[in-house]
């Protein structure tokens, strides 16, 4: 019996408060609007993003809501007008659209879509309201996406169009971590051959981050993180290096790292959301010309800082969002590089669980044991 243009009743993974496990709960999903489109989501990865908003300190976090945002589906209908998508295509829902008439859109300098922006911010479709209920109560959607249930709704322009032939259970991660240090790499920093780089914190996106510096052809890649089992799967990525800031408890890192690389690096990449961390990747930075990129995210109230001098000196920073792709445009060929064996991406997969284990996701990332969890919607 088709849905199109009814309810549908299906499982979610509710955040109903946060600090608190989430909840499985049959949700009502409504239709789409026009200009949107609701997708039965497959699988989804779990990005360090959805822990750390379930933390509380995200300053747009909103409670109830349904998280996840690295996901990957099947179009099961579309709303009026809309004309890019249609049911039974294969699609990677992303949390920064490509309208390609907002002046960002038009501009080349930059990946930031504007055109739904305050209303994702707010936890609601572009017209305003949401699309999911559970027990009588709305429930508020996550960076456009809400990717930890069975189906969701998301407008158009926020779909990337994929080739049907490629894995779900995989390509999902190019919904965020993967795509993020991987451009942050080729398009925010263009780290050229021979560049020195360091990138800290390895997780997935510092890991495809390292994977980047790699087939940029850096000459040396050196992976940071205190956790010391990082440092094999940093050698697997093609770092060349691994330094662990607690065997150097006395010194700042960056001063360790300004004397191993004879003045400091080319590229810094910070992939945690420490903002002491972001000041010493950026004071690690070569005199003159080197550039730190911002990719982790820091909780609500904090502030970096540094010596303005270092910037006088030539250092710079910056920041990247999803790895600066335009991301309708972009994702489908990231895919096909995965396809084609030129990007890593069942490397990061260190679990999989079904729904209802969603919460053992989390706690495989809070171990320090786990790069990504897969969760099998299917
Ligand atoms: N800008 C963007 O577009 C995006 C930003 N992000 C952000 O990027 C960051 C990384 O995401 P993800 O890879 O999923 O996160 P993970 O939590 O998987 O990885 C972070 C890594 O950093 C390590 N770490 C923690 N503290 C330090 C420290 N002081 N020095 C060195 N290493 C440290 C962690 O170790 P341990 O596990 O032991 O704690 C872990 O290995 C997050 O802040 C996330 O929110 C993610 C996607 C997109
Ligand atoms: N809500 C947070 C902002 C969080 C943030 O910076 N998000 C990243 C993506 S993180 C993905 O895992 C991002 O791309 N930001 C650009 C944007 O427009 O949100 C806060 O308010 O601090
Ligand atoms: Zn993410
Ligand atoms: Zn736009």
Redesign the pocket.
């Known amino acids: 019996m088709s849905t199109v243009g009814k309810d549908i009743e299906c499982y979610a993974a509710v955040a109903w408060e946060a600090k608190k496990p989430l909840s499985i709960e049959k949700v009502t999903v409504s239709p789409p609007k026009a200009g949107e489109v609701r997708i039965r989501i497959q699988y989804t990865g779990v990005?360090?993003?959805d822990q750390?908003t379930l933390s509380g300190i995200d300053p747009e976090g909103l409670f109830p809501c349904i998280l996840g945002h690295e996901g990957a589906g099947i179009v099961e209908s579309v709303g009026d007008g809309v004309t890019s998508v249609q049911p039974g295509d294969t699609v990677i829902p992303c949390y920064i659209p490509q309208c390609n008439d907002c002046k960002f859109c038009r501009s080349s300098k930059t990946n930031l879509c504007s055109k739904i922006r305050n209303t994702q911010g707010k936890g609601v479709m572009p017209d305003g309201t949401s699309r999911f209920t559970c027990k009588g109560k709305t429930l508020f959607h996550f960076m456009g996406v809400s990717a930890f249930s069975q189906y969701t709704v998301v407008a158009e322009i926020s779909l990337a169009k994929i080739n049907p032939k490629a894995p779900l259970k995989s390509v999902c991660l190019l919904g965020?971590?993967i795509s993020?240090g991987y451009g942050a790499v080729l398009n925010t920093a263009n780290v050229e051959k021979d560049s020195t780089v360091a990138v800290?914190?390895?997780?997935?996106?510092?890991l495809a981050a390292i994977f980047g510096a790699k087939k940029r052809g850096a000459k040396e890649i050196i992976g940071?993180?205190?956790?010391t089992k990082?440092e094999s799967l940093a050698k697997k990525f093609g770092s060349t290096r691994f330094v662990n800031?607690k065997d150097y408890p006395d010194r700042p890192i960056q001063d360790v790292l300004i004397e191993m690389t004879d003045g400091g690096l080319d590229y810094t990449f910070e992939?945690?959301?420490?903002v002491q961390?972001m000041r010493s990747a950026l004071e690690a930075c070569h005199k003159g010309w080197g550039t730190s990129v911002i990719?982790?995210?820091a909780g609500s109230g904090q502030e970096i800082s540094t010596r303005p001098f270092q910037l006088v000196t030539g250092r710079v920073w910056k920041g990247?969002?999803?790895?600066g792709w335009k991301s309708r445009e972009s994702v489908p060929k990231l895919v096909e590089e995965y396809m084609a064996s030129e990007l890593m991406v069942d490397e990061h997969i260190t679990h999989r669980v079904g729904i209802d284990d969603i919460n053992k996701a989390f706690d495989y990332?809070h171990s320090?044991d786990a790069?990504r969890v897969v969760v099998d919607l299917s």
């Open positions: 990005c360090h993003t750390y965020c971590g993020t800290f914190g390895l997780g997935t996106v510092g940071i993180d205190i956790n990082k800031p992939c945690v959301g420490n961390l990719i982790g995210v990247s969002a999803f790895g990332l320090g790069l």
